[in-house]
């Protein structure tokens, strides 16, 4: 499934993703997601429970204003 893809169909949720193809910068271009939800430790935990090799996990969705992301 293609990341713009993966964007319109779970907005609001996390996604664990078993990367397919990554771009020069590591990005997601295509991927195969494994689970959703909108809660992410259970993203977490399915994590833990599946253990893909190459995966990310993405929120998809905007990022509250009152909310720290690190990098």
Do not use: S
């Not at 664990?16 to 295509?30: A, M, R, T």
């Amino acid at each position: 499934m293609r990341w713009e893809q993966i964007r319109e169909e779970f907005k609001g949720e996390w996604v664990l993703i078993e990367c397919v193809k990554v771009n020069d910068e590591f990005q997601v271009v295509e991927g195969k997601v494994l689970y959703h939800n909108a809660d992410k430790d259970k993203v977490y935990r399915k994590l833990l429970e599946l253990r893909p090799k190459e995966y990310t996990i993405e929120y998809v969705g905007e990022v509250p204003e009152d909310l720290a992301v690190m990098l």
